[in-house]
């Protein structure tokens, strides 16, 4: 929504009255190349209430690279289609009050209701593959919104409970308190529970401010959780929601 | 500037969804106290009216007082989980003398439940023990524990505690019989109990504990710490009213193969050693507060009045008699030893420096009939 917002100020400063009189760009496919930052985070639909607040959000090295390609089709209608290599990552500190965790190292588990910090960082690189529909406002500004289907590569899924106890079980079960140093705190990492597949929809616009440079702003909303379906460790399906930001250079 | 959008793109997503704290749904019983002047009489000591820091997984709060006949009526006071109410009402006047009291705790989100037996009783330490009476620990039937019985048939949970409660932490699927404290049929008189030096498997490497010895002692095992600081989980020694002379028994030893240290990694030519030790120790600080010694401190505490240790227990597949003779340290004051002023710690491990997850995993320490000579 709040990209939406956005637009209108970034087609005010684009306005050109002069693409009304000529209309041929219109037909132009266009090739761009594009880097970018992804930042977001891999989060439940909907925040329980056992997890209580945000500590910290630290910095992932969530770049993304590639290229794309729109073909008009009708007037200002255009169909983009690209291949990007990217991450999305997240390394963020949340503490909980009574959150269910399932964790497991082989056969044992440690089951229970989490109370204290919890600092979850994730790791998806990634080929994505964007197809989408796309609306040229004016010569310098287009919008974009369509699906896109991602292949992991390279992925990580963990973290550490710290500073806080486990009631095992239930909340009437012994409590196993958790200190804050190593050894001290569960340490927990499940990267092979993570799906390699990940589809969703990404919304954004292309803004070509000088000459060949353009600026770009994006939501990719993960419509597939990001680990499998029979992953317990935390009880709410996980959903890779990013904004990015980009620049991107036009070929031709 | 767009950075700053989208990071309150995303803030607002994620914050903006806060919902409001849960009640809490624990429901423990953290203290537990008697007071008034005029009750004093029927305790030993003023420490005895109160018992603090109950460990979480403990159901059972015993008093120890004079005699049971004639104990009034009292008001037994709780502190338990924010929100949480009895029934019996906190502070509500219960007649103990006719038997244990069942206090059952509801949690202030009204969905948990706890039961705690209160009780007040003379607890006597018996001086003998054989081992022939072990039970699967309530309610979750995963370990076993052991108990005494006195000559009227009470049962007494209170002397023995083992480090089976950690281990499940571990290896929470594990079989009774694959936890480090086991009884064995095959005792030197009827049962005894079995101590092993356990592998932890995965989470005990994730926590820097590789390996959990057995072990067997007079105390309270308190599980919350089992990570975090696991010395002090063994609160070592119950209140003991006579003067320990020496400790005899019979035991069985052997070092498991391949002895490793605190990161697992195998010491070679190094041979595992169990441990049997005895300390008596004033449980009251100058400030007249309880004292309980931990694995950090047992064997090092200026409380310290006397110590056993058995010199060397070398491996045997027969059972030999091992014997440890108390060393006074300072002197025995008679009128705080009748009072519960002092407390006995009676320890046995398979893995003399198992404390600080160095042994082998499989060196099996047995004993059996154990027992303490006291002064006439």
């Given at each position: 929504m709040l990209i939406v917002a956005l637009l209108p100020t970034l087609s005010l400063s684009a306005a050109d009255s002069s693409d009304s009189q000529d209309e041929s760009w219109l037909k132009e496919w266009q090739l761009k190349?594009?880097?970018?930052?992804?930042?977001?985070?891999?989060?439940?639909?909907?925040?329980?209430?056992?997890?209580?607040?945000?500590?910290?959000?630290?910095?992932?090295?969530?770049?993304?690279?590639?290229?794309?390609?729109?073909?008009?089709?009708?007037?200002r209608w255009g169909v983009l289609a690209g291949l990007y290599i990217e991450n999305k990552g997240m390394d963020c500190e949340v503490t909980t009050k009574g959150y269910r965790m399932n964790l497991k190292m082989e056969e044992d588990e440690l089951d229970g209701l989490y109370t204290g910090h919890v600092r979850q960082k994730v790791r998806q690189w990634m080929f994505t593959v964007p197809v989408q529909l796309t609306f040229q406002l004016n010569r310098s500004l287009m919008f974009k919104a369509g699906p896109y289907l991602s292949l992991l590569f390279d992925k990580y899924f963990g973290g550490i409970a710290f500073d806080g106890y486990l009631r095992k079980d239930d909340p009437t079960g012994p409590k196993v308190v958790m200190g804050t140093e190593e050894n001290q705190w569960a340490t927990y990492d499940f990267p092979d529970d993570m799906r390699t597949f990940q589809f969703g929809l990404a919304v954004g616009a292309d803004w070509q401010f000088y000459r060949r440079f353009g600026l770009s702003v994006n939501l990719c909303w993960g419509l597939t959780g990001v680990m499998k379906g029979d992953f317990k460790t935390v009880e709410q399906t996980l959903y890779p929601i990013y904004g990015q930001i980009g620049f991107s250079y036009r070929i031709r | 500037m767009k950075i700053l959008i989208c990071m309150s793109l995303i803030s607002l997503l994620l914050v903006s969804c806060f919902k409001e704290e849960p009640s809490n749904s624990e429901c423990d019983i953290i203290d537990a106290w008697v007071e008034g002047e005029e009750l004093k009489a029927y305790f030993y000591n003023d420490a005895d009216m109160r018992i603090e820091n109950i460990p979480s997984g403990d159901q059972k709060i015993v008093f120890t007082v004079r005699s049971v006949n004639g104990l009034p009526p009292m008001a037994l006071h709780l502190n338990m989980t924010s929100g949480a109410i009895s029934n019996p009402v906190n502070g509500s006047v219960q007649d103990f003398s006719k038997g244990p009291v069942i206090y059952t705790v509801t949690s202030e989100d009204g969905q948990w439940h706890r039961q705690y037996t209160v009780s007040f009783t003379k607890v006597v330490t018996p001086p003998k023990f054989n081992f022939e009476h072990y039970k699967l620990e309530e309610p979750k039937n995963k370990y076993y524990m052991w108990y005494e019985v006195a000559d009227d048939g009470t049962q007494n949970e209170q002397i023995w505690a083992t480090g089976n409660a950690g281990f499940i932490i571990a290896k929470p699927n594990a079989s009774a019989d694959a936890y480090p404290t086991t009884p064995d049929v095959?005792?030197?008189?009827?049962?005894?109990?079995?101590?092993?030096?356990?592998?932890?498997?995965?989470?005990?490497?994730?926590?820097?504990?590789?390996?959990?010895?057995?072990?067997?002692?007079?105390?309270?095992?308190?599980?919350?710490?089992?990570?975090?600081?696991?010395?002090?989980?063994?609160?070592?020694?119950?209140?003991?009213?006579?003067?320990?002379?020496?400790?005899?028994?019979?035991?069985?030893?052997?070092?498991?193969?391949?002895?490793?240290?605190?990161?697992?990694?195998?010491?070679?030519?190094?041979?595992?050693?169990?441990?049997?030790?005895?300390?008596?120790?004033?449980?009251?600080?100058?400030?007249?507060e309880k004292v309980v010694l931990h694995g950090d401190d047992v064997l090092t505490s200026d409380l310290i009045v006397s110590i056993a240790q058995v010199a060397s227990l070398p491996e045997t597949d027969e059972w030999k008699p091992f014997e440890m003779v108390f060393?006074?340290?300072?002197?025995?004051?008679?009128?705080?030893?009748?009072?519960?002023?002092?407390?006995?710690?009676?320890?046995?491990?398979?893995?003399?420096?198992?404390?600080?997850?160095e042994g082998a995993v499989g060196s099996t320490l047995c004993v059996d009939k154990v027992e303490i000579t006291l002064k006439k």
């Open positions: 190349v594009r880097v970018g930052y992804n930042i977001g985070g891999t989060a439940p639909l909907g925040i329980p209430s056992t997890i209580r607040s945000f500590e910290a959000f630290h910095l992932t090295p969530s770049f993304m690279a590639g290229g794309d390609v729109m073909i008009p089709f009708k007037k | 095959n005792g030197y008189e009827g049962s005894c109990v079995q101590l092993t030096t356990r592998d932890t498997g995965k989470w005990g490497k994730t926590f820097g504990k590789p390996i959990a010895a057995g072990n067997l002692f007079f105390g309270e095992f308190d599980s919350q710490y089992a990570i975090t600081n696991t010395l002090w989980t063994t609160k070592m020694g119950i209140p003991f009213t006579e003067e320990p002379l020496k400790v005899t028994g019979y035991y069985k030893y052997k070092a498991g193969p391949e002895f490793t240290d605190k990161n697992g990694n195998v010491i070679a030519g190094r041979i595992d050693e169990p441990s049997i030790y005895s300390v008596l120790y004033r449980n009251q600080n100058a400030a007249g060393v006074n340290k300072a002197p025995i004051d008679a009128t705080i030893l009748a009072d519960r002023g002092y407390n006995l710690a009676l320890v046995f491990s398979s893995s003399k420096t198992g404390d600080t997850f």
